[in-house]
């Protein structure tokens, strides 16, 4: 996917009749490093690929993001599947700085257009993820709602998760646009009538911080 620049995604907002503007957060506002980052010198891991199939047979893998599962938990499920020479605190250590920093073209139009749009954030993620990019950003006193999966009880794509957002803004779909890394999110968010734009996660990479 080719690199777009702020000035399209301001473009892409100010194009449409929309009220609400919904941002993902990993991949979109924060950067986050690749699974594999997770292996350091001391242990091994497959591809990023590879890493990706095993998760999605781990149940915990998902619970951690749908609240069902504690970190402890998780943790010990990925160290046990993948065979870690770690401890549980190591490895959750390790894990929650996969979120490596804010995106500043992504942060650049949150602010811009903050106060002109109703901001949320709607994301995959975990507590111990959202902790950490609350330590680094300003994020959580940014947006007017937060739709976080681990809290709501469910992940995107499933249109649950669209709808409640809808449900809780008491809003109409087209009065929405979404911003998510990922083409299957927003087609889910199209599909019930969404404004939604794919973000390119490399596209704000090589700019400095």
């Known amino acids: ?26 991949g979109v506002l924060v950067e986050v490093a690749p699974p594999t980052a997770l292996a350091a010198d001391d242990c091994y891991l497959p591809d990023a690929e590879g890493i990706t199939k095993i998760c999605a047979e781990i149940p915990e893998v998902k619970g951690f993001e749908t609240g069902d599962t504690s970190a402890e938990e998780f943790a010990r499920a990925v160290i046990d599947n993948f065979d870690l020479p770690l401890t549980v605190t190591e490895f959750l250590g390790r894990y929650k700085e996969l ?18 749009y109703r901001l949320c954030c709607l994301s995959n993620t975990n507590p111990l993820h959202w902790a950490r990019v609350c330590e680094m950003t300003n994020y959580g006193e940014l947006f007017d709602n937060l739709f976080l999966s681990y809290e709501l009880g469910v992940v995107k794509p499933d249109s649950r998760i669209f709808r409640r957002v809808l449900n809780e803004l008491d809003v109409s779909p087209e009065k929405v646009m979404f ?21 390119n996660p490399a596209a704000d990479t090589a700019m400095p911080v």
């Open 99 to 116: 979120i490596r920093r804010e995106i500043p073209m992504m942060k650049r139009l949150v602010e811009e257009i903050a106060g002109r």
């Open 179 to 199: 911003f998510d890394d990922k083409e299957e999110n927003v087609e889910a968010a199209r599909h019930l009538g969404f404004c939604g734009v794919v973000v």
């Open 1 to 26: 996917m080719k690199a777009m620049s702020y000035e399209y995604y301001l473009k892409a907002v100010e194009k449409y009749d929309v009220e609400v503007v919904v941002f993902d957060l990993g």
